[in-house]
C-alpha cells in the first residue's frame, strides 16, 4: 500500500511539475508570431492534457485510499466480532465449569 502511494505521489508530482513548465513556455511564447502562437496553443491543449491526467491519478488515488480505509474497517470489525464471539464462549464455557462444580 505504501509503495502505491509514494508511486502515485511521485507521478502526480511529476504531471504538475511539467505542467507549470508548460505553462512557463506558454506564458513566454505569448508575445510571439503566428509560428509561435501555434506552438503556443499546443503548448497550452499539452498543458491542459497534462491537468487533466494528474486531475486523474488524484481522483484513482483517492479511490484507493478510500477502498483501503473501506477494507481496514471490515477488518477491524470483522477481528473485533471474532474477539466478542470468543469471550462469550469463554465466559459460557467459565460459567458452565463453575456450574457443574456445584453440583
Known amino acids: 500500500m505504501t509503495n502505491l502511494a509514494n508511486l502515485s505521489k511521485g507521478t502526480i508530482v511529476k504531471k504538475i511539475a511539467l505542467s ?12 510571439g ?11 497550452a491543449a499539452d498543458a491542459q492534457n497534462a491537468i487533466n491526467q494528474a486531475n486523474s491519478d ?27 464471539s470468543a469471550v462469550a464462549n469463554a465466559s459460557d464455557s467459565a460459567n458452565n465449569a463453575v456450574q457443574n462444580a456445584a453440583r
Open 20 to 31: 507549470l513548465v508548460a505553462l512557463s513556455a506558454l506564458s513566454l511564447a505569448a508575445c
Open 33 to 43: 508570431s503566428n509560428t509561435t502562437r501555434s506552438a503556443t496553443n499546443n503548448l
Open 58 to 84: 488524484i481522483a484513482n488515488a483517492q479511490a484507493t485510499a478510500s477502498n483501503a480505509l473501506d477494507q481496514m474497517q471490515n477488518s477491524t470489525a470483522a477481528a473485533t466480532n471474532a474477539a466478542t
